[in-house]
């Protein structure tokens, strides 16, 4: 029953992207930036979207093949959790102190649910599938390096793509200098890592509890 909840689980949470991912530059929200060289891409938001779109589609296939791309899917959950928290984090309070730091003051609101789709459910459904489901998981350094390489990454993507269309992603990091820009990208790879590291330690201390009570039955 545990595993079949799972799978509604994730099925739920995998259509649930494929909608924010449909409709992202669609009638209801459209994003003139996102013409520029890198497109939809450009944005962690949307990376991060479709890491947690693949993480969902691997549990949903290991669900039927259980050894399915162990190695894949190990890399890809182990990014997608803490990244989507990272984002619905950093997101939720920066609209909340000032949207203009991420949203153009030219730009209309985002429709309520595709926000929540977005910038919400991902993390959500990754988080409590993880915390709730993933038995199997166990904490490793190659993880924070998967973490690390990311954050290098996008701090490279996203300058190249400044590079190229005139413009940062997210309007905050234009009033940056490059030093701070350094500064907030390291910062973002920290805090991602400290969620890492404090979901693996949450899910250790719920399933050494659930591993305690099965051993006294």
């Not at 449909?22 to 962690?44: D, K």
């Not at 915390?131 to 996008?154: C, M, P, Q």
Request: with cysteine.
């Amino acid at each position: 029953m545990p595993q079949f909840l799972n799978l509604v689980f994730n099925t739920v949470g995998f259509f649930s992207n494929v909608y924010a991912l449909r409709n992202m530059n669609s009638g209801m929200f459209e994003n003139p930036y996102a013409l520029g060289f890198g497109g939809q891409y450009q944005y962690l938001t949307i990376l991060g979207l479709t890491i947690a779109t693949v993480a969902f589609a691997l549990k949903i296939i290991r669900y039927f093949i259980p050894q399915f791309s162990t190695v894949i899917y190990e890399i890809v959950t182990n990014i997608a959790t803490p990244l989507e928290g990272l984002i619905s984090v950093m997101y939720w309070t920066m609209i909340l102190v000032d949207p203009h730091l991420l949203i153009p003051k030219d730009f209309p609101g985002i429709p309520l649910l595709l926000d929540c789709t977005l910038h919400l459910f991902p993390a959500v459904f990754l988080w409590i599938d993880f915390l709730a489901f993933d038995v199997e998981f166990k904490r490793s350094n190659a993880h924070v390096g998967v973490i690390y390489v990311f954050t290098v990454f996008y701090f490279v993507w996203s300058w190249y793509c400044q590079n190229v269309n005139g413009y940062w992603a997210y309007p905050f990091l234009a009033e940056f200098s490059l030093l701070m820009r350094v500064n907030f990208f390291a910062g973002s790879g920290l805090l991602c890592w400290g969620m890492y590291e404090f979901g693996a330690k949450i899910h250790n201390k719920i399933h050494a509890i659930g591993q305690n009570k099965a051993k006294k039955m």
